[in-house]
């Protein structure tokens, strides 16, 4: 368990090195958190460590704010998960086909990024899944799922053994219900640091990332060409004058 506090210090410290800074991108991702975690305390992945899944390091790592969720238990308490764990808790083998308000506000550069070759591995999991009587045998083909997809942990326990003691543990009864953020469209992606970039963390006037390294990479331009950027923009503006 986590306190909220504890989540929001986190992600601002892990964004720190890339996207975060006081003057950059973190107030974006301190508010977006802000209003997203609504409970005093929340189990985190790491307490979902025994479903021996890989965390996930795309969409969830670099905009945590955006795309972790707030998945509810059965018994009432609050995790905040990535999407790998969030699939497992809900019994989820596949993505909804029906695009949500969610899927047509995502850019077309990041639909299809992960939309490979057909996995008839996959295909047949979600097939057993869908087919389940009980949440047991859902679990089991969850687990498996995440397994093949996202990889394991460690490996070194078998499967049925994993479903055995995660069905003693939080997340091994059908949850209640979860929420996911409605992030505003995206724009591109920083070169720089990776993140998805929108229209409100753009250094105003630019189309640049309000981030810690495009801003110290513009800095740096500027000390050493410190005419470029300030007088040719002046000479320019006196030329439209004339
Ligand atoms: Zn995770
Ligand atoms: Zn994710
Ligand atoms: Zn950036």
């Not at 800074?21 to 508010?31: F, K, L, R, V």
Request: with cysteine; net charge negative.
């Amino acid at each position: 368990m986590k306190t909220r506090q504890q989540i929001i210090d986190e992600t601002l410290q892990a964004h720190e090195t890339t996207t975060g800074g006081p003057d950059a991108y973190s107030p974006m991702i301190q508010a977006e958190l802000e209003k997203r975690l609504t409970e005093e305390a929340y189990l985190t992945c790491e307490d979902f460590a025994h479903f021996d899944v890989k965390c996930c390091d795309a969409a969830c790592e670099s905009e945590p704010h955006y795309e972790m969720i707030d998945v509810i238990l059965d018994d009432d308490r609050h995790a905040w998960v990535c999407c790998h764990i969030r699939d497992i808790l809900i019994r989820r083998t596949k993505k909804p086909p029906a695009p949500g308000p969610k899927a047509k506000k995502k850019g077309k550069l990041v639909d299809g990024l992960f939309d490979g070759e057909p996995d008839s591995v996959a295909e047949r999991l979600h097939a057993g899944n869908v087919a389940a009587t009980s949440d047991e045998e859902k679990l089991y083909y969850c687990l498996k799922y995440a397994h093949h997809k996202s990889g394991r942990k460690s490996g070194d326990q078998s499967l049925d053994s994993i479903v055995q003691q995660a069905l003693k543990l939080p997340g091994g009864r059908p949850t209640k219900g979860f929420s996911e953020s409605n992030p505003p469209q995206n724009y591109s992606l920083c070169f720089l640091c990776g993140a998805l970039t929108y229209l409100e963390n753009l250094i105003p006037e630019t189309n640049y990332h309000n981030c810690r390294v495009m801003r110290e990479l513009l800095q740096k331009n500027r000390e050493s060409h410190p005419t470029e950027d300030t007088q040719t923009d002046e000479t320019q503006t006196r030329g439209e004058d004339d």
